[in-house]
């Protein structure tokens, strides 16, 4: 079993930054692929950005060069930077992991960017 618990979320004004941290715990060697994904009032949950165990990323389109993922693989902990934030990134910010074959994820961090 795996347990992912995010921290980092809260208030912040537009163009502001906010670090999402997201730590793994339970019994597994290591992960293939950790991520972020973010769901917004009304809207489906959406893909920000994902790592893989080995260091390659990848992020939705619209958020490259505000965003950015990176992992301690030794904490088997992942983190999300995000700057220049929007009205529009307001949303739950879900971590995720594939560990094995399965995917887990945390029970989420709401991110509000408002003035």
């Known amino acids: 079993q795996v347990q992912l618990v995010e921290s980092g979320g809260g208030l912040v004004q537009p163009e502001g930054s906010l670090r999402l941290s997201c730590a793994a715990s339970g019994s597994f060697f290591s992960f293939s692929v950790m991520g972020w994904y973010r769901q917004a009032p009304g809207k489906q949950r959406e893909l920000v950005a994902t790592t893989t165990n080995g260091g390659n990323t990848n992020y939705a389109d619209s958020l490259k060069g505000r965003f950015t993922i990176s992992s301690d693989n030794a904490k088997n902990t992942v983190y999300l930077q995000m700057n220049s934030l929007k009205p529009e990134d307001t949303a739950v910010y879900y971590c995720?992991?594939?560990?094995?074959?399965?995917?887990?994820w945390g029970q989420g961090t709401q991110v509000t960017v408002s003035s």
């Open positions: 995720s992991a594939l560990v094995g074959a399965r995917y887990y």
